[in-house]
């Protein structure tokens, strides 16, 4: 992809993924473009090499639609605008990937402490003191740990 540096505006070809390049005239900073960067190998083998420099022609132009007319011809405006669509096509297939992958299910984490039942009321919680002797939430009555434990069937 070629790239141009705000500050002195020499243009180099970028052949690396990082977000940023530095410009080998002057040494400053540029900002990969986003677009750019997100576009995955797969989407540039589908699409010719004539194609996407049309496409740089006119996204570097900058221009006002009608302005761009003045300088890419009618044929290889058409061949943008169709790889414009595209590639919004491929994004677009690509978050509804990334939206069903999401599953919202809780993670289920074991809970710390000790299964213990109450000997009057039957209640059970998990015990996380260090005392031999609990009191149970519900009814109060003190229950000994170590006879209480309820063993995982």
């Not at 993670?107 to 000790?114: D, L, M, V």
């Amino acid at each position: 992809m070629i790239l141009t540096c705000h500050h002195c505006n020499h243009s180099w070809e970028y052949k690396g993924n990082s977000k940023y390049a530095t410009c080998p005239k002057c040494h400053y900073k540029v900002m990969v473009s986003k677009s750019v960067s997100n576009v995955s190998e797969d989407v540039s083998n589908n699409i010719s090499k004539s194609e996407l420099k049309v496409s740089e022609k006119v996204s570097n132009s900058e221009l006002k639609p009608q302005n761009v007319s003045k300088y890419v011809s009618g044929s290889e405006l058409k061949v943008s605008n169709d790889i414009e669509e595209r590639l919004r096509n491929l994004e677009e297939q690509v978050r509804e990937i990334q939206n069903s992958l999401k599953l919202n299910i809780p993670i289920q984490r074991k809970p710390k402490g000790i299964l213990i039942r109450c000997d009057k009321c039957g209640y059970e919680w998990y015990f996380t003191g260090l005392k031999k002797i609990a009191r149970c939430p519900e009814c109060n009555a003190r229950v000994k740990v170590n006879e209480s434990i309820v063993k995982d069937e």
